[in-house]
C-alpha cells in the first residue's frame, strides 16, 4: 500500500510571553524552523507579539490559556473560580484538580474564553487572518462588499446607511491584503440596498444599471481579458 503523505505544520507556542520569547520565536520563523504561531492574549508582551505579526506576515492564532497568568475578563480579576487569592490562574496542575472537584464555574470559563477571543481579534487584523486561511486552504475567491449607489440610496433609514457605509470601509481596507494574497473577487457586489423589503424589481434593475456602469475591477479583469465585449462579474446577495 502506498505510505500516506504527512503535512506538518510546526507551530511556535505562546507567543506574547515575554519580549525575549517573541524575539526567539519571530528568529524562528524566518529561519524556516516555523510554520506559524499561536498568541497568548494575557501575555505581558501580547501587543509587541501582535505587531511582529503583523511586520514579518508570520500566520496566527489565538492561544486560549486558563491555566497561567491572570484573566482577561475584567470581573473575573477580582474573585472568581478561575484564580487563586492571588489573582492568579490555578496553574496547569490547579486547573485539572479544581474541574475534577467541581470547583470551576462554567459560566465564568465561557466569560473568559469570549474575553480572550475579543482580545485576540482587537490585537490581530481579523482581515489578515481571514486572507491566510483562504490562501492556505487554496480558496481563490471572496466577497468584497462594495455597492456601487450605496451613498445615493434614498430608501434606507440612517441607521443602517451608517452600518453599511461601516461594512464598506473596512471591505475597501480587506482589498490590500486580499491583493497580497492573490485572492481575487466579483467587479461589484450587490445586495445592500436591495435587502428584505427593499427587493424590488426596480431597485433591482436600478442595481444591476450601475453595477454595468462600474465595469470590470483589477480583480477579474486579467482572468477575463480575452473575453470581448468586456465582461463585469456581479454577485447579487439574496436571502430566500
Excluded at 424590488?200 to 462600474?214: N, Y
Aim: net charge positive; glycine share 8%.
Amino acid at each position: 500500500m502506498p505510505q500516506p503523505r504527512l503535512m506538518l505544520v510546526i507551530t511556535g507556542d505562546d507567543f506574547g510571553y515575554c519580549p525575549r520569547r517573541n524575539q526567539g520565536i519571530v528568529d524562528c520563523f524566518l529561519a524556516g524552523g516555523i510554520s506559524n504561531v499561536s498568541l497568548l492574549v494575557n501575555g505581558s508582551a501580547a501587543k509587541e507579539a501582535a505587531d511582529l505579526a503583523k511586520r514579518y506576515q508570520i500566520p496566527i492564532g489565538l492561544h486560549a490559556n486558563l491555566s497561567e497568568g491572570t484573566p482577561v475578563g475584567q470581573n473575573l480579576q477580582q474573585a472568581s473560580t478561575l484564580i487563586n487569592p492571588q489573582g492568579f490562574f490555578l496553574g496547569k496542575v490547579g486547573i485539572r484538580q479544581a474541574l475534577e472537584r467541581g470547583q470551576l464555574s462554567m459560566t465564568q470559563v465561557e466569560l473568559e474564553l469570549r474575553a480572550q477571543v475579543r482580545r485576540f481579534m482587537v490585537l490581530t487584523d481579523i482581515r489578515e487572518v481571514f486572507a491566510q486561511v483562504l490562501s492556505d486552504l487554496r480558496i481563490p475567491y471572496t466577497r468584497v462588499p462594495v455597492e456601487p449607489g450605496l451613498h445615493s440610496c434614498t430608501w434606507l433609514p440612517a441607521h443602517l446607511q451608517t452600518f453599511y457605509k461601516q461594512v464598506e470601509k473596512d471591505a475597501l481596507n480587506s482589498i490590500p491584503i486580499f491583493k497580497h494574497y492573490r485572492i481575487r473577487w466579483p467587479d461589484v457586489y450587490l445586495g445592500l440596498t436591495t435587502m428584505g423589503q427593499n427587493m424590488s424589481s426596480a431597485s433591482l434593475q436600478r442595481a444591476l444599471k450601475q453595477a454595468l456602469a462600474a465595469g470590470p475591477s483589477d480583480s477579474t479583469s486579467k482572468s477575463l481579458s480575452g473575453l470581448h465585449p468586456a465582461v463585469v462579474t456581479a454577485e447579487l446577495m439574496v436571502h430566500p
